[in-house]
């Protein structure tokens, strides 16, 4: 079975986030995955979350792979890698409503097939992995104000209805 393994060296500062969701389109176009496709979308965003946490919370420079399976472009998967030299673990944080961060990896356990993270030399490796031919995940819930009860009206009919 052969692997494509391709990878960048991102520094850490927060203008690398932007380098690193560049380099993975091109990556990405290049294995056949298409600009437009949402497969590219999710995974750039999958990539953009991953990266920003290494490089944010851990201030240290990262690794950034993606490795394509046989037939990644047709029907295999694509596995992102994201290794710094913190050994500290990922921790999901709940985030408030009115919260600017802390929902990156909801995001990646919401749009990953699978994901995990490991301990890759003195650091780690977080990971996500997207199947070609998966099917859509269901959008996440969003955080809107709850919807008012549906009030019957004095005739009896759902509001909106309507008789011929």
Not at 56 to 82: D, N, S, W, Y
Not at 120 to 131: L, N, Y
Not at 148 to 154: E, G, N, R, T, Y
Request: with cysteine; charged share 20%; glycine share 12%.
């Amino acid at each position: 079975m052969q692997v494509l393994q391709v990878q960048l060296e991102v520094g850490p500062d927060p203008a690398e986030v932007g380098r690193a969701r560049r380099w993975a389109r091109s990556r990405l176009a290049g294995s056949g995955i298409g600009d437009d496709e949402p497969l590219a979308e999710t995974l750039v965003l999958l990539i953009s979350e991953l990266v920003t946490n290494a490089v944010v919370h851990t201030g240290c420079p990262a690794v950034l792979r993606m490795l394509f399976g046989p037939g990644a472009a047709q029907a295999g998967t694509v596995r992102v890698e994201v290794a710094d030299n913190c050994a500290r673990p990922p921790r999901p944080r709940l985030a408030a409503g009115d919260d600017t961060g802390g929902r990156g990896l909801e995001l990646v356990d919401g749009l990953a097939d699978r994901w995990g993270w490991k301990h890759e030399g003195a650091g780690k490796s977080i990971w996500c992995e997207v199947d070609r031919c998966a099917e859509p995940h269901p959008p996440l819930p969003s955080p809107a104000a709850p919807t008012a009860p549906v009030i019957p009206s004095p005739s009896g009919l759902t509001p909106g209805a309507y008789t011929v």
